[in-house]
């Protein structure tokens, strides 16, 4: 099995962030390293710097980009923390920043870590192994209450509430396969099902365990202040919840006019893409730049339509 993660629109990234040779550039979510690869080979004299809550992703990153090992700085962290690696590392600002929300091949292809219903496994699904909180204590602790509203709110699951009081008492729930098991008898079935039934579940309880909608809330809020005058900002979100708040958050920043979308239309991976890896169907990349003080336009209101 290959722990490398096969990075999604990578060429795309790279001519958006318009890679300067003797910038200073952040993967916050560095992974194995796939799109950081890519930027620290556009560099001579610049400076990569990766982040990442995963320390098994860091070393597998750290092997891959160690020739560069002059021009990268490693730092486990997690993303929302930006602007406190940036400060730490004395800098002022930098000149782009890139963030893939995706989970990595790394994390649903090792079964032990419980992301994936593919394999009987423990219910894990701990980015960062140092936290407490484990998808176990959700499935076999929380309230059926609190069960469906996770479901509901971070899976978009409609049959939550089914869901969640079959789950109740099926416990204790043994491990991935028993908890798909279970989800799967409870779901109506709505025609032809292209996802597995369990689907919209383990991304619910994954996202409440690492809570990635409160990381990404403030990764948004503090990301601008780390960016240089005509710095780029791009994400790569994979489902409509995190598609939503960056949109929102990228709006917020445009009206005030010291930013500019650049993706009028979102960027989504060619259907060549999506053959070669079927992960990247999802994705929906979103490109921002902060204006330089002859580009300000301030005043409310100043913001380009941009398409959905």
Same mark, same amino acid.
């Given at each position: 099995m290959s722990v490398l993660h096969t990075p999604v629109l990578t060429e795309a990234i790279l001519e958006w +962030? &318009? =890679?300067?040779?003797? %910038?200073?550039?952040?993967?916050a979510t560095v992974g194995t390293g796939g799109h950081a690869l890519g930027i620290v080979r556009r560099l001579t004299t610049g400076r990569l710097i990766g982040i990442d809550r995963d320390p098994q992703a860091l070393e597998v990153a750290r092997e891959r980009l160690k020739k560069f090992e002059g021009r990268v700085t490693l730092m486990h962290r997690e993303f929302s923390k930006i602007? $406190?690696? =940036?400060?730490?590392?004395?800098?002022?600002?930098? @000149?782009?920043v890139?963030?893939?929300? %995706?989970?990595?091949? +790394?994390?649903l292809d090792t079964p032990e870590r419980g992301f994936s219903f593919r394999w009987p496994a423990a219910l894990d699904m701990r980015m960062n192994p140092e936290q407490s909180l484990m998808a176990a204590e959700i499935v076999n602790q929380w309230s059926e209450k609190d069960l469906a509203n996770v479901l509901y709110q971070f899976g $978009?699951?409609?049959?939550?509430?089914? =869901?969640a009081r079959a789950v109740v008492r099926a416990r204790p729930i043994r491990d991935t396969e028993h908890l798909a098991t279970v989800?799967?008898? *409870?779901?109506?079935?709505?025609? &032809?099902?292209? +996802?597995?039934?369990a689907t919209k579940t383990f991304l619910a309880l994954r996202i409440a365990? @690492? &809570?990635?909608m409160e990381e990404l809330g403030q990764f948004l809020n503090r990301t601008p202040a780390t960016l240089a005058s005509g710095a780029r900002w *791009? =994400? +790569?979100s994979y489902h409509s919840l995190e598609d939503r708040m960056v949109k929102r958050r990228f709006q917020e920043l445009a009206r005030t %006019?010291?930013?500019?979308?650049?993706?009028?239309k979102v960027v989504q991976p060619s259907e060549a893409e999506i053959q070669m890896n079927p992960r990247a169907r999802s994705a929906k990349l979103r490109v921002m730049e902060k204006r330089a003080p002859e580009d300000h336009t301030p005043g409310p209101g100043h913001i380009e339509r941009e398409a959905s």
């Open positions: +962030l &318009r =890679i300067r040779p003797d %910038g200073t550039y952040v993967d602007d $406190e690696v =940036i400060s730490g590392l004395k800098l002022v600002a930098v @000149n782009g890139i963030a893939d929300l %995706g989970v990595s091949s +790394l994390e $978009e699951e409609h049959d939550s509430r089914k =869901i989800v799967a008898g *409870a779901r109506k079935a709505r025609g &032809r099902q292209r +996802l597995h039934p365990v @690492n &809570r990635e *791009a =994400i +790569l %006019g010291d930013f500019k979308i650049l993706t009028k």
